[in-house]
């Protein structure tokens, strides 16, 4: 979501209402005050702020994390200091993502011959993000060996209607033509018997959603694999499947 002057409330102030010299000034609302004030006064009123909020508890439309374990919650606060991006400076937090990263492989078959790599992300919409850009690169370079006129036409990503709107943006960003394959009431999840109407040798891959919003329901991986399988047997164009596993995962 995008935001500017026309989200603004009609109040322009904020009024503390806490014993503190903070008291005795109105806080501007969307511009820094000339003056700091105290960071306890300050806290009070964000918390105050989000009085009124949803409880997360009780969100199950969206993919947020409704319970953590305490120790989860102060491992997370004792760690936010870290630039985790800052490998050299943190190797013990390093080790821990290498960690996180095998235990996935390990948890989805990869052999040990397998080459296989991963990264932490901010949450699952940045995943998606890597995840659809290395699609489309790996296709643009099978594509171009193989002669592909890749400015014929724009390449495309298969997604059940049931997508999570980060995959919306990625094809936004990505200049990528985004085919819905409908779903229905017979059909909850990815429409097998219809998926493979929407490939061609565009395709940069199929998305299969462990978790669909509104529904639900998992797609169902396996058959999407077989599928996808026989098509690969019969083309020169192989298509590969990326695994939203959001929620499933």
């Known amino acids: 979501m995008l935001y500017g002057k026309e989200n603004r409330d009609e109040a322009e102030f904020l009024e503390p209402i806490f014993g503190s010299e ?39 439309a969206t993919f947020c994390q409704t319970y953590m374990e305490p120790e989860a919650v102060k491992l997370m606060s004792q760690t936010l200091e870290k630039n985790a991006i800052d490998k050299s400076e943190y190797p013990r937090t390093t080790e821990i993502e290498n960690r996180c990263v095998n235990m996935i492989a390990d948890l989805w078959n990869a052999s040990e011959k397998e080459k296989f790599m991963g990264t932490s992300t901010i949450g699952s919409s940045e995943a998606c993000m890597l995840g659809g850009m290395a699609m489309k690169f790996s296709w643009r370079k099978r594509a171009e060996k193989l002669g592909l006129d890749i400015s014929a036409k724009k390449p495309n990503l298969v997604i059940s209607s049931g997508y999570q709107v980060c995959w919306e943006k990625f094809c936004v960003y990505w200049d990528i033509e985004m085919r819905e394959v409908p779903m229905d009431k ?26 669909i919003t509104y529904t639900g329901r998992y797609d169902d991986i396996k058959a999407l694999d077989n599928l996808i399988e026989e098509y690969n047997k019969q083309t020169d164009y192989k298509v590969y499947i990326h695994v939203d596993a959001a929620s499933g995962g």
């Not at 017979?186 to 040798?201: A, F, G, Q, T």
């Open 22 to 60: 903070s008291e005795q000034v109105d806080l501007p609302k969307y511009k820094l005050a000339q003056q700091s004030i105290e960071p306890r006064v300050a806290y009070q009123l964000v918390q105050d702020e989000m009085l009124d909020e949803g409880n997360a508890r009780l969100n199950l």
């Open 186 to 211: 017979e059909h909850m999840s990815i429409n097998l018997d219809k998926v493979m109407d929407y490939v061609d040798e565009y395709t940069i891959g199929v998305v299969g959603i462990m978790g």
